[in-house]
C-alpha cells in the first residue's frame, strides 16, 4: 500500500495524480488583485456611481436569457483587467477547452465533467471516455 504524498493517507490501489489545479494564490496576478481589492474595499458604491455614470449600463451582461449586473459590486475598470489577468496567467481558457473535450478534470471522482455533456443537444455525440464514466450521461450523450 502506498501512502499519499500529501496528507499521508494509505491508498488501496496506487495513487494517480489529475490535473489539479495549482494555486494561484502567491502569484504576481493574485498579488496586483490583493493590493487593488486594498485600494477598493473601502469605497462606497454611491461614490462609483458618482464618479462613473455609465457604470450601470457598462458593467453589465446578457446572455441566454440571463442578465448580469455586477456595476452594484466593488468592482472597478482595473478590477475587471486584473482579474482577466489572473485567468489568463492561471490557464483558466486550457482547463474550460479541456473540460468541452471530456478531460479528466474532476480530480475527486477521477473522471471527466459530465454534467456538460449531459445538456448537450440530442443528436450530437459524447467522448466515448464520457459515456463510459458516467452512465448517467450515457442516455442523454447518445441521443
Known amino acids: 500500500m502506498k501512502r499519499h504524498a500529501k496528507h499521508g493517507s494509505v491508498a488501496s490501489e496506487p495513487v494517480v495524480t489529475y490535473w489539479a489545479s495549482p494555486p494561484v494564490i502567491g502569484t504576481p496576478a493574485w498579488r496586483a ?3 487593488h481589492h486594498e485600494k477598493v474595499s473601502g469605497q462606497h458604491l454611491r461614490r462609483l456611481f458618482a464618479d462613473d455614470p455609465g457604470r450601470g449600463e457598462r458593467m453589465t451582461a446578457e ?81
Open 63 to 143: 446572455a441566454a436569457g440571463v442578465f448580469l449586473d455586477y456595476s452594484k459590486n466593488r468592482i472597478t475598470d482595473e478590477t475587471l483587467t486584473l482579474l482577466l489577468r489572473l485567468a489568463e496567467d492561471s490557464g483558466l481558457r486550457a482547463r474550460i477547452d479541456a473540460m468541452f473535450r471530456g478531460d479528466r478534470i474532476n480530480v475527486s471522482e477521477k473522471r471527466p465533467c459530465c454534467m456538460l455533456r449531459c445538456g448537450r443537444r440530442v443528436g450530437r455525440r459524447s467522448s466515448s471516455t464520457v459515456r463510459t464514466s458516467c452512465p448517467r450521461c450515457t442516455r442523454c450523450s447518445t441521443g
Open 33 to 35: 488583485l490583493a493590493a
